[in-house]
């Protein structure tokens, strides 16, 4: 094989020999692109994990919870869907709409119901832990877009130094053969080449994730609505201003009468003695 014509244009030779041929700055920018690149592949793994399972628990948490008619029904039941985004935004927003009926709650006819007050801090709560796992799900994204952007512009500093050096010493060799310009002009350009492969797979894996992350959040904030909309439609009170008087008013009334009569009571009693 090593008698072949293209056998020197294979890559491990070309690459081994333009790094030997690479000057102290090129190897030196070939090495912050080579940790550029461990940095890089790191998100790529452990973001393509999270959003996996983002998608995969998702769809099961979705699964369960379309299939209940009250909303705080999985809450209820302790059921886990770790690492699924619109969970934590679930377990949120029960957590504080049960804060409420236990400690605000309205009574209407026997049935715990919570103010439009307390549900506009369920609304905040949802809010808040959406953005929460918008930035978590975006959290070492901007490692790729730095790889995707700065990669082939480091290597093409790396390049363009070794070339400024290999032009400097054949003037003050005052040779100008190919043979003498090839070595040193072939360690100039691996620094481009290693940039490009930082590049290429940071910017594929970038583009599919940013379109997942895109997916993703647009899914949570539709369920933020709709569960905002099924709590609003199953524990707040939503009576009108009128109805809500008169209660208190007759809430007042009978206050009044069973006061008035534990009154007369003790004057009674107190008169009998």
């Known amino acids: 094989m090593s008698s072949l014509p293209y056998a020197p244009l294979l890559a491990d030779g070309a690459l081994q020999f333009a790094f030997e041929k690479a000057t102290t700055e090129g190897k030196i920018t070939i090495g912050t692109l080579v940790i550029v690149s ?4 790191t998100v790529i793994f452990t973001k393509s994990w999270q959003l996996w399972r983002a998608r995969r628990e998702g769809k099961r948490f979705f ?11 999985l809450a209820r039941k302790n059921e886990d869907y770790d690492g699924a985004p619109a969970y934590e935004l679930y377990v949120a927003g029960a957590d504080e709409l049960d804060y409420h009926l236990k400690n605000n709650a309205v009574e209407i006819k026997g049935t715990k119901r919570v103010s439009s007050a307390s549900f506009d801090s369920v609304k905040i709560a949802l809010e808040r832990t959406a953005s929460q796992q918008a930035l978590s799900l ?6 790729l877009s730095t790889a995707v952007a700065g990669g082939p512009f480091i290597g093409l500093l790396g390049t363009v130094w070794g070339v400024m050096e290999t032009f400097s010493g054949i ?15 072939a360690g100039a350009l691996i620094a481009t080449v290693v940039g490009l ?18 997916a993703i959040t647009q899914e949570l904030d539709n369920f933020a609505t709709e569960f905002a909309t099924a709590i609003e439609h199953n524990y707040v009170d939503n009576r009108p201003l009128s109805e809500e008087i008169s209660q208190a008013n007759n809430a007042l009334a009978d206050r009044i009468v069973e006061s008035n009569t534990a009154l007369g009571d003790r004057l009674v009693d107190a008169l009998k003695r």
């Open 38 to 41: 461990l940095f890089s592949w």
């Open 63 to 73: 699964e369960s919870y379309r299939g209940t008619r009250d909303p705080l029904e």
């Open 138 to 143: 975006e959290k070492g994204m901007i490692v």
């Open 171 to 185: 003037a003050k060799a005052n040779s100008a053969s190919l043979t003498a310009m090839a070595p040193g002009v």
């Open 197 to 214: 492969f930082v590049a290429i797979p940071a910017m594929f894996a970038y583009n599919f994730m940013v379109t997942s992350i895109r």
